[in-house]
């Protein structure tokens, strides 16, 4: 199967999950990231030495539950073109792009589904706040509260996320390249197959974080400081931990992967 053809078929894929959805704002650019995505996991497993047909099957399964996210928020979408203000939901499916919602209280938001690539969120309360399937590329985040707050299936390239708190937060299938996380807090968050290439952790201390089949190539986790943190099923061999401090669990976790631990403390 050449590039193309394989290309094109992932692309129908997509096509097929959102097909049911009907257009959405955010549509061309969440499906234009997911493609992205969705042919650099392939073209990985094919330099593993997959079959094409045994690289798309397991390239499709990575999807993972994103047909069941659009079925639970495609309902709504229409309902939110209804909306009043003071709906949680009133921010669903809708362009916001360049929007100023900085230093604003948005706990709880509904933002699934919506345009908003370069608005400003920065000090803003988004606890809980819902951002599923949404195109935030060039958004900036910073000093922003999103304990718990859901990001899957974003698409995060280029944000400012400074000094942000996303304690426990759903960062699922996003794509962060090129994102800073200087300052942020990421305690409890997961990371589950989001592309995280050459993000830099450097200097961070992260608990609980969970990037289990992420993308993490030229990723830098220079002088950081580890606990409980999970690798699982993810390539880290050209992922930097020089200076790192990590607890005996991720050091056991990341011997056993083969990664280079040289210039690295155990505690």
Known sequence: MTAANSNDKLKQFLDDVFRPYGDFPARKDVEQELLANLNEKYNDLK????????AYKLTVES????SEIMEYMA????KSRQSVAGDSSRFRATALQQADLGDTNLAGGNFSMSALNGANFDKSDLRGATFKAAALKGASFVGADLTNANFDSSDLTNTNLQDANFTGATLKRCAFKGASFSGTTLDNADFKQSDLTEVSFDGQTLRGTVFDASSLKKATFKNAVLESVSFHHTKLKHTAFDGTTMDKVTYALLKGMKVNLENVVIK
């Open 75 to 78: 309902p709504s979408a229409a």
């Open 47 to 54: 330099a593993d030495g997959k079959t094409d047909d045994e």
């Open 63 to 66: 999807f993972g539950d994103v």
